[in-house]
């Protein structure tokens, strides 16, 4: 397994519509691990999508347990292929992502959702989930669509923040 580098807005791969995966094999279960890797060498990220790691195939990885422990979510979450087929509620979260560092935004996304996929066996799943889980869902599945949570904030200018910026990041 390797920690691979994470493109950065504007790349073209972000902008992308990826592919689906046609076989689930050794090839895709080495990204897919790649991409366990990347998420977890990163402290705060709780999902990666393969486009962000510059493959445009329909894959993400997520585990929102290191942000908000065990309960309420599925811990490492694997799919290929996922579709959102149910999609409930209304919530606005402050979102980041990997391949924009340097800002925040609010983002309305469904509360609660169930998405369909394939695990990295091969096999069909369903999965239901809420809160911080489903908002990361919806979030990945963007990035498979091309689209950025930038995309999905209704006012550039009142909902989107600069990160503070603190002395360890500080360059000189
Ligand atoms: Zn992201």
């Not at 397994?1 to 279960?29: N, W």
């Not at 962000?52 to 990885?61: E, N």
């Not at 292929?81 to 606005?92: F, H, M, Q, R, S």
């Amino acid at each position: 397994m390797a920690s691979l580098p994470v493109l950065k807005y504007p790349h073209q791969i972000l902008r992308t519509m990826s592919e689906s995966v046609l076989k689930v094999d050794d090839g895709i279960r080495r990204i897919v691990n790649d991409m366990i890797e990347t998420m977890y060498a990163s402290p705060s990220c709780v999902g990666v999508a393969a486009p962000q790691v510059g493959y445009p195939l329909r894959i993400f990885v997520i585990d929102v347990s290191r942000k908000i422990g065990p309960k309420k979510n599925h811990g490492l979450l694997a799919m290929i292929n996922p579709v959102l087929i149910y999609a409930e509620g209304e919530k606005i979260t402050k979102e980041g992502c990997l391949s924009i560092p340097d800002f925040l935004g609010n983002v309305k996304r469904a509360r609660n959702v169930i998405v369909r996929g394939l695990n990295p066996e091969g096999n069909e799943v369903e999965v239901l989930s809420q809160g911080l889980e489903a908002i990361a869902i919806q979030h990945e599945v963007d990035h498979l669509n091309g689209v950025l949570f930038i995309h999905r904030v209704s006012s550039l200018s009142s909902d989107l923040v600069r990160r503070k910026i603190t002395y360890k990041d500080i360059k000189t």
